[in-house]
């Protein structure tokens, strides 16, 4: 082979590499695009879920259920049914916990190794997905009956602690069916969520954490 043909084969190569790399940019922004189109104008989501959570080490699992209310832009309440009989709050002003015993509100930088990412969860239910881009690599595993979205960390703070989130909606793409968190300890937490209704009244008090 001459040096123009190597050039030319080098260069066909290299495109050949290129266009995947670019073919998958544009389905995540495409994928974005319809997701933020169908939440335009969402205000609430309440409903149940049932989450998984398996420890690596132990090799065991740790069944919960209960109710998420989010309300846009900013809002999560996330209640654990008994036994567990746990409330979270996640909101402008922090990380907020009450169980029968008490509450405690932690502020924003009291909720531990998961205060970094709490907000980008509340994003992957319901808020403005361009916003993870920064901070994550993203992929679409699948377009089966909705989206999956995958999310591997870049920033550091969530890096150290997360290894992977992922949420597959439902065919509205407003609504989410799951959601899941590998951790870099090796735990991992399987959230599946029952019928989401959307726009539902939801009662501002309930929405704020406790001054505990």
Known sequence: MDRRGFLWSAAAFGCAVALPDAAMADEVSDV?????KARTGLKTLVGPFEQERTIGLLSTA????????MVRPDRLRWELSPPDAITYWVGPEGFAFATPRGAANVGKGGAGRFGAV??????LL????EKLRG????SIPSRKDGVAL????RA?????????????????????????IEEQSGDLSVIKFGKISRDVPVDAAKMRPPKG
């Open 62 to 69: 740790v069944k919960s259920s209960g109710q998420m209310t």
């Open 150 to 153: 995958r999310a591997i960390p």
């Open 135 to 138: 901070r994550y690599d993203l």
């Open 32 to 36: 974005l695009a319809e997701i933020t």
């Open 126 to 129: 319901g808020g403005d997905l």
């Open 156 to 180: 550091e703070d969530v890096k150290k602690h997360v290894k992977r989130l992922e949420m597959r909606s439902g065919p509205e793409l407003w609504t989410v069916q799951e959601v899941t």
């Open 118 to 123: 709490l907000g980008d969860l509340m994003i």
